[in-house]
């Protein structure tokens, strides 16, 4: 079980997941993405961080 | 909400009278009562807001379930407690920013022209509030000039505040500054107020001299006064500069740098766990196992550990799933759920027929384009048996409609036409393999990047641009043939380059996950660089751990070390590679699927430099460790001790931060303190970067009594051997003075400098950036991946590090290699090329100019002597396809004739 759906708790689903794991991704809000979907850019590339 | 029957069309938030705050774009707009967080939410479902529902809270109203079309409006929906079991647990948790309403000196609450830094990126976002366009919330004018003030809420043990540091805010802050500035249409004076500037990530340094050189951001070190709004909403900022002189200057919009923080939810929940956390909150972690929680089973990864930025947190979250799944090896695969992917309709002597989707992707594309023209003109386009629009195409709800429609209609070939296929072809290539078509048959036309987001002031041309870009991809789908994708088994042994501590580290996490592993080291022992370390920064005992770690490899029969060794030869690929290791003569070669790179980096020696190599008083950073563990006596007998940082760091020739450095000679100054309280311990800086927890550590050493200075760099300084004395000569900046001292011992904390040459990157395909450190896939999604599939870096050989962050990526490493093995077979791309050896005229040249080595010269048979492609090393990049002079190589889906269809398709009118 993964709690929290941010960027962290996405990744380690993921990876739980494709290592050959049943995962449950345990989030309190509405949607995964946490605070980086809130985010414009992300440093040092200022790629589009959604 | 029922989600199943949620469309997320939007009609109940369109009619609910409730306006509230939004959150989410940082208070700066109302969203209505019932809402989705933001446009692209995943699941993409409306949600009811209950403290804010008329109808919840007063039982009138209900308008959203009049007018909702599937009646997944559920009111007397009720919480429900679910029960789950399972083997392990990764706390991701996160953080929150800090409020700087705790604390109110920056006027946050008395002014609207104040906002945090997260509001300020809502202000730039163009989902944002204001879309994107760069103004002041008070008036809506564009701003002329902005004043960023860090450390709000961190580095600061007042009220409400914390006292680490949060490690982000110096990068984010020059980042809202230099897109502040991209944003602006008049030019716009950006102004970082600070303490110290703390780029201490991969490739941060570099990104704050663009920001201070290219972009013109102005850095003002400073201590904040205050700010005070006047009537028209300016704001004057009052500070004292770094020679302590009283400054005042006016801003249009101050952003408040604010720090991160544990949530008062997070904190209950790891206190309901019974997680271990420090007086801020975070999970505490042991140094040398840097995921673990003090609760068996229960791992953590990001922002609840400690505060970090993007890159970090991806590697923890990896590092965390692969110790989660350590302890579940034998479950691997027993609770999955495989796709089944339906038999594939064979298509051959079918004549295309075409399904068309047209994204509106919410308002991005539809408020430019006029998406239902388009959809009109795609059903004129020849072969199109179907088109239709959808609200968001890469919806889930969407992407099933899309597999029935393709069914119902024995559709045989797909368009979309909305964003990038970089993102989103993976997605649709799954939607139509799941109803029944080869992934190859479909193509996507970026009308949103490459049309709506950058004609938005042209609308109509705009749909003719769409119109143009949908039928282009049209007439290119329609020639496109089913491709297969050759599948290869996967060698399940890892080599691993490097004994240090993260190459054991990877060896122990890979074993721990059941796969076996060389680990081949060039030295003839184990330990690598922490065997020249005294103490973590978090106190643990560098050599006992190191000597336990060597102790664990050398028992574990799961990994066979090689010491002596050289990488000589390297032949394979992702699954299968072929290293040749040279051991004093003797050949071996190892087969194995996977290559993790963990060959380090060393310490910069600065001969001729500060006198060292001259004064036996001057030593590294390491020499000083190398005494500390030795017990040498020579150290309490010193009066006094200077530190100079930056030593061949963070100038022109090595244009990075160190990372380690600061917090390594604070923690020796305090050593040394440890051996001699009275001596003179004095730290010579240009910032001092203890970031994150290591903040503490600062502290306590000024507390111990260690004096730090920043030294004028522009000055420099100078040391001298005169008569009995070591003279050390710089500039203070605060007293604005030239100072002379004459320390019995001068430490350099010098560089981490990659090998001069490395061959080994060469052999497999591993990309160094320009300080000669590996490169990774990206910078945030694949942070321990190479561009070269199945070649995974971590260590020092990827970036400075402290030794826990280099455990942390060597575990990391370990779980994407896992990702690799689990599988057991690997599905290679389609779009591959292919020679016709008939019309090959043998001159070499595809065979010369590829990257990955994949032409070859046929052996035997008819067409000796001829190229031939081995479609497993190919990246379809192209190159030979160029090259070739006989036009004898055929890129398989970019074939000439498909791309010139596409390319004519572009010069006819439209209709």
Request: net charge neutral; hydrophobic share 40%.
């Amino acid at each position: 079980m993964v709690v929290g759906g941010g960027i962290a708790g996405m990744q380690a689903a993921l990876d739980a997941a494709d290592s050959g794991y049943y995962v449950y991704l345990v989030e309190r809000g509405t949607s995964i993405g946490g605070i980086m979907s809130q985010l414009d850019k992300t440093f040092p590339t200022n790629d589009c961080a959604l | 909400m029922d989600l199943d029957k949620c469309i997320a069309c939007g009609l109940c938030a369109e009619k609910c009278p409730k306006k509230v705050v939004d959150t989410y774009n940082g208070g700066l707009q109302k969203r209505k009562a019932i809402y989705v967080r933001y446009a692209q939410a995943v699941p993409l479902k409306y949600a009811i807001d209950q403290e804010q529902c008329i109808y919840l809270q007063k039982g009138k109203c209900g308008n959203c379930a009049k007018v909702c079309p599937t009646g997944a409006i559920v009111y007397d929906d009720k919480e429900k407690e679910l029960i789950l079991n399972v083997g392990s647990v990764v706390m991701a948790a996160g953080c929150e920013t800090y409020d700087p309403a705790t604390h109110d000196v920056y006027g946050y609450q008395r002014s609207p022209n104040v906002v945090t830094s997260l509001e300020f990126e809502r202000i730039l976002s163009a989902s944002g509030p204001y879309g994107g366009h760069l103004v002041r919330p008070s008036d809506k004018k564009e701003p002329k000039k902005i004043a960023w003030l860090q450390c709000v809420g961190s580095r600061d043990v007042h009220i409400g505040a914390r006292g680490y540091c949060s490690s982000v805010c110096c990068t984010y802050a020059i980042k809202e500054a230099m897109l502040a500035k991209e944003h602006s249409h008049e030019p716009l004076d950006t102004a970082i107020f600070y303490m110290d500037i703390r780029t201490h990530g991969k490739d941060f340094e570099r990104y704050y001299n663009r920001g201070r050189d290219a972009s013109g951001v102005r850095f003002v070190k400073s201590r904040i006064t205050n700010v005070v709004p006047d009537a028209d909403g300016n704001l004057l900022l009052r500070y004292v500069d770094a020679s302590g002189r009283r400054v005042e200057e006016a801003f249009d919009i101050v952003v408040l740098s604010v720090g991160l923080g544990i949530g008062a939810e997070a904190r209950a929940l790891t206190q309901r766990l019974g997680i271990a956390v420090d007086a801020y909150g975070f999970a505490r972690t042991p140094g040398f196992d840097p995921v673990r929680t003090s609760v068996p089973g229960i791992y953590v990864c990001g922002a609840l550990e400690a505060p970090m930025d993007i890159p970090s947190s991806v590697v923890e979250s990896s590092a965390a799933a692969g110790a989660a799944g350590s302890g579940l090896v034998e479950a691997r695969w027993s609770r999955t759920l495989t796709k089944e992917a339906p038999l594939e309709t064979d298509i051959r002597g079918e004549a295309p027929r075409i399904g068309v989707f047209i994204c509106r992707c919410g308002t991005n594309i539809a408020s430019v384009v006029d998406v239902p023209q388009v959809v009109e003109y795609a059903r004129t386009l020849p072969y199109v048996a179907h088109a239709e629009e959808s609200m968001f195409s890469c919806s889930q709800d969407t992407q099933e409609a899309m597999a029935k429609v393709i069914r119902e209609k024995r559709l045989n070939r797909v368009v979309v036409s909305a964003c990038t296929p970089k993102t989103h072809e993976p997605l649709f290539q799954e939607t139509v393999t799941s109803a029944g078509i080869n992934k190859y048959l479909f193509e996507m036309a970026n009308i949103r990047n490459q049309c709506s987001w950058v004609h938005n002031q042209t609308k109509e041309e705009a749909t003719t641009k769409a119109k143009d870009l949908t039928r282009m991809a049209v007439a290119k789908v329609a020639l496109l043939q089913p491709l297969e994708e050759p599948e290869l088994s996967i060698d399940p042994r890892a080599l691993i380059v490097g004994g240090g501590v993260a190459g054991m580290a990877t060896a122990l996490a890979l074993s721990a996950q059941g796969y076996e592993s060389y680990l081949v080291e060039q030295t003839d022992r184990l330990g690598g660089q922490a065997l020249n370390l005294h103490r973590t920064w978090d106190g643990g005992d560098v050599q006992a751990h190191v000597h336990e770690m060597v102790q664990q490899v050398a028992a574990d029969h799961k990994i066979e070390v090689r010491l002596n060794a050289r990488i000589t030869h390297v032949d394979g690929f992702v699954g299968n590679f072929k290293t040749t290791i040279d051991r004093q003569g003797e050949q071996e070669v190892l087969d194995h699927g996977v290559t993790v790179i963990a060959s380090g980096a060393s310490e910069f020696k600065p001969e001729g430099l500060h006198a060292y190599g001259r004064d036996p008083r001057v030593l590294t950073a390491l020499e000083l460790d190398r005494r500390l563990i030795a017990g040498d006596e020579t150290l309490p007998a010193c009066k006094s001790a200077m530190f100079i940082q930056c030593v061949g760091s963070r100038n022109e020739t090595r244009p990075y931060c160190s990372k380690v450095c600061c917090t390594h000679s604070i923690k020796s100054a305090l050593a040394l303190k440890a051996l001699r309280p009275e001596m003179d311990v004095m730290v010579l800086y240009r910032d001092m970067r203890s970031y994150g927890l290591r903040e503490d550590l600062y502290r306590e050493a000024r507390q111990a009594g260690v004096v730090f200075i920043k030294y004028d760099e522009a000055v420099g300084l100078e040391v001298q051997p005169e008569g009995e004395d070591l003279a050390v000569r710089f500039t203070d900046t605060a007293l604005r003075r030239k100072m002379v001292a004459r320390p019995d011992l001068l430490v350099l904390a010098t560089a981490i400098v990659p090998p001069a040459d490395n061959p080994v990157a060469q052999m497999y395909k591993a990309t160094l950036n320009d300080d000669g450190f590996y490169m990774e896939a990206h910078v945030k999604l694949r942070p321990v991946d190479c561009a070269t599939d199945g070649v995974f870096i971590c260590g020092l050989a990827h970036a400075p590090k402290p030794l826990d962050e280099s455990i942390t990526q060597a575990q990391a490493a370990a779980t994407r290699a896992v990702t690799l093995l689990a599988k057991q077979t690997i599905r290679m791309a389609g779009t591959v090329a292919e020679t016709r050896p008939a019309d090959c005229s043998a001159c070499g040249v595809c065979v010369a100019i590829c990257p990955y080595s994949a032409p070859s010269f046929i052996e035997k048979g008819p067409f000796t002597g001829k190229a031939q492609i081995n479609p497993v090393l190919c990246k379809g990049c192209g190159l030979c396809v160029a090259s070739c002079r006989s036009g004898a190589i055929r890129l398989k889906g970019f074939d000439n004739d498909q791309i010139f269809a596409q390319i004519f398709a572009l010069n006819e009118e439209v209709g």
